[in-house]
Structures are given as structure tokens and as C-alpha cells.
């Protein structure tokens, strides 16, 4: 089965903190998505990566970046943390080829800023 | 960009009965449309995906149907039972490119014993 793993189920941080939200998957996958969930909003992507090193901005990438250094592992960075990027986050990781779209996510983590 | 919407935001059936979520979306070369659902504390999962080419796909209780010209979308599950409770998400990828997906913004579907 494919695993998806994340750093931690449940983050609490403070107001301009830095913080680092990681993400590994173990199947050899292309592509590697970071999503932010809200409630009546859905699942916003908010940076993908396709090949190590490479990296597009989704909808939202304001406040965000993003670390690919190794094929397995996708990292999301928050510079300085706001309240408003209290959130559910969530990893996706996909084959990248055409015989499959399908994205298997992470069980996500919740930050809280305060 | 993509644009999808997805209709009702909750949604209530008795057991057994059918329950019916539907989506719309935007931009006329997408092709291919997922529907995940997502169970309490986890991540979402995909249940079932259709491409442009068939109007429709069945897997057991669940079916998808999807009508191009009309941009519009279906998620039918029948027999329904306690634990199709869950949130429901459809997508569309409209660049297969970088196969990014648009999601909606779900349906929290409760199944009443």
C-alpha cells in the first residue's frame, strides 16, 4: 500500500514563527501536491512539485514556500506564521503519468496559530 | 482557471435509501473528474474517476455519470450504509500538464440508521 506520512497530526505556533510542515511518501512518486483544507472552502492546492528541486505555485502560495531536495520528501514552510494560516494541512503524492492521476493523501495536520 | 462547484453541502439519507451529489465545472478542456471521500481524521481517498470519453462508470454501489455538454457531474450511491458517512469531494483536472486538480468544496453526507 501507499504510504503517506506527515510530520505531525497536530501543530500549535505562535505568531511569526517559522514552521516547517514535512511529508514523506514511500512509492517512488513524480509528484508531490501540498493542500490546505477549510471548512465551506474545500481543498485549495497551495504548491505541487513534479521532480526534485522543481516546484509551480497552486492558488494559494502566499505565505508559503515549498523544499523538494529528495524524491521522497516535500516540505512546507511557513516564514513567519499568521493567524489566519490556522489550518488543516495536507499531502498528496501521484504516479505523474497518464495511465494514473490518482493522489493519495497524507492523514493531514492541523495548525493552530495563536 | 478551473472553476467547480459542488451541491448539496450536507446531505442526509436513511439507510438504504440512494443519495445523489453532483458538481458542475467550468472549463470545457477538462477531461478527467475524481471523487474522493474523506473519513473522520483522515485524508481523502479516491473512490471512483471518470474520463471525458464515457458518460458513465459504475464500481458495485457506486456510480459516476458525467454529461460534457452540460459540464456537470454525478456521484450516485445506492443501498447506502453507515459507513459511506463521510465527506465527499469531486475534481477536475483541467491541465495534464502538471496534473493539477480543482476540488470542490464538498459534501458532508450522513447516513441515518
Known amino acids: 500500500d501507499v504510504k503517506v506520512t506527515q510530520s505531525s497530526r497536530y501543530l500549535v505556533k505562535r505568531t511569526g514563527e517559522k514552521v516547517f510542515l514535512e511529508c514523506v511518501q514511500d512509492?517512488?512518486?513524480?509528484?508531490m501536491f501540498w493542500y490546505r483544507q477549510d471548512p465551506g472552502l474545500g481543498l485549495r492546492l497551495i504548491y505541487f512539485?513534479?521532480?526534485?528541486?522543481?516546484?509551480e505555485k497552486g492558488d494559494i502560495p502566499e505565505g508559503y514556500s515549498v523544499s523538494r531536495e529528495k524524491k521522497e520528501r516535500f516540505s512546507l514552510i511557513l516564514e513567519s506564521a499568521s493567524t489566519n494560516q490556522t489550518s488543516m494541512y495536507l499531502c498528496?503524492?501521484?504516479?505523474?503519468?497518464?495511465?494514473?492521476?490518482?493522489?493519495?493523501f497524507g492523514p493531514g495536520t492541523r495548525l493552530t496559530v495563536t | 482557471g478551473e472553476n467547480v462547484e459542488q451541491h448539496p453541502s450536507t446531505l442526509s439519507v436513511q439507510e438504504g435509501d440512494s443519495a445523489v451529489i453532483k458538481c458542475t465545472y467550468s472549463?470545457?478542456?477538462?477531461?478527467?473528474f475524481p471523487w474522493y471521500k474523506q473519513e473522520l481524521g483522515k485524508g481523502p481517498q479516491l473512490i471512483i474517476d471518470?474520463?471525458?470519453?464515457?458518460g458513465e462508470k459504475k464500481d458495485q454501489r457506486i456510480a459516476v455519470t458525467l454529461n460534457k455538454t452540460a459540464k456537470h457531474f454525478s456521484l450516485h450511491i445506492t443501498e447506502t450504509q453507515p459507513e459511506d458517512s463521510a465527506v465527499y469531494f469531486c475534481?477536475?483536472?483541467?491541465?495534464?500538464?502538471?496534473?493539477?486538480?480543482?476540488f470542490g468544496t464538498g459534501t458532508r453526507l450522513t447516513i441515518i440508521p
Open positions: 472549463d470545457s478542456a477538462s477531461n478527467y
Open positions: 475534481a477536475a483536472i483541467s491541465n495534464f500538464g502538471n496534473e493539477k486538480l480543482t
Open positions: 512539485s513534479y521532480d526534485v528541486k522543481m516546484k
Open positions: 512509492m517512488d512518486h513524480e509528484n
Open positions: 498528496a503524492s501521484s504516479f505523474g503519468t497518464s495511465a494514473s492521476y490518482e493522489q493519495y
Open positions: 471518470i474520463r471525458s470519453n464515457v
